[in-house]
């Protein structure tokens, strides 16, 4: 059997839920298929059916509402063409809505076919999707209620004669959705295309170019900024790329690369309560693909640098398309494609969990020779924290400046002389003051200390007053 396409969420138990198709597109036979598992990986409700037998159901997605409930959708064959199917399941697998057909296609075929899905704050359903019914690829907007009733059936986002292609979706905390994908013309193709809607659907910003990229993730932080990782192959190869963007599509960071292989693709990204991003993609080496892992902090910094995450024998056909999820206990959760257990035969899903803390192996390759590792206390802290950092073989000086959440400095320290023999560690305090002596805003702030040659950064919280 052909397992393939997996998604993941959490809920706020920390058990993981995850979806994938499985049977032959050939065949027009593929069914959707969900599991439960605890936060270890163990078995809750096994492998079970959930698109009642319909007919080339594929390519789901899954999301945990605020009241725990499960929420499912895929592509589904309609008379009208590939549609949206969704289910909606209560915690204990209990069906609120059986499988239907929520939104039909328009006719026509399509090039990428895959949904993505994201819940607004009023648990309502926000599907960007892709057809065909024109002789050129075009992309949507849908939203369904919380029953998966569609409240806005459709509106095609995507510019006319424009051919659009992969796409990726992100929520902030005012229900504005905002979308990304790919768009071709006779003049360029892989332009990384960005719109961004109301809750009501209504434009609010309407097909922005930002280079060349696709399959873009996107999530909005608690400034209401956009990080967005995506795959840009003009070259050299084909890198996995980040960018930061204000509610006004304003560029604040990036783009920067974070790999370049000559197979990279299929990346995706979570963000925890830290506001750390953890992205993970898969890489070709001869037919085989290993998952790759890097952790940034918010202004698009390695924190953990990319590494090597799931160890032979590992998806040597089909290629890994990770998904990772992060729970409330900051614990990162992947499921993959692998064919490990039947070689050429069939693929399964596999699961991962990480702890979200540095190994003594990640941390040896984090260690830089020109910079001293940063130590903050307490965190998070409310009227004064303490900054320390020891000494590093080589350096003299260092710069340690304070950034918010959207990248804008605003606390500078004078350059720090490391040479003064008496000292091991070298301690500097801070009171949540601005270069103005302006006390700041409750929130997340990136300590970075920086020479000419490298830089690193520590997030820490500051709390109201």
Known sequence: MQRSNPDLDVDTYNNVWAVWDSGSWVNNTAEILYTKRDSLGDSLISETNISSNVPYSHLPRVAVD?????????????PQGLGIGHTKLANDGTVIVSSHLSVAGAGGGSSTLRPEMVLNKYNEINIIWDESPSGY????????DTLGNPIISKIKVSLDTFYAYWPGIGIDSMANSHLGYRTDDTVSAYRLTYTKLDRNG??????????????????ADQSQNIHMVYADHTGPGISIK????DQDANILVGPKTLS???????PHMAMDSLQYLHVVWQTDSSGIFPIIYAKLDALGNFIIPPMQIVYPPYTVRGGGMPRIAVDSSNKLHLVWVDDRLNPLVSTDI?????????????AAQLKTPNLPLITVFPNPFSKLIKISFGKAQGAK????KIYDATGRLVRSFPIINLCNPNKSVVSVYWNGTDNSGNHL??????ICLSNFTDAQSVPVVLLKN
């Open 242 to 245: 980040y960018l930061k963007l």
């Open 350 to 362: 596999f699961y991962k969990r990480g702890e979200n803390e540095n190994t003594v192996e990640e």
């Open 137 to 144: 690829n075009q992309m949507n907007y849908t939203k369904l």
């Open 202 to 219: 209504n434009v609010l910003i309407d097909n922005k170019f930002f280079g060349f990229g696709y399959r873009p993730t996107m999530i």
């Open 441 to 446: 805003p409750a929130g997340v702030y990136f």
């Open 397 to 400: 000086s260092t710069g340690l």
């Open 66 to 78: 605020v009241s725990n409930n499960v929420q499912f959708i895929w592509r589904e064959t309609s």
């Open 260 to 266: 370049i292989h000559e197979d990279n693709f299929c």
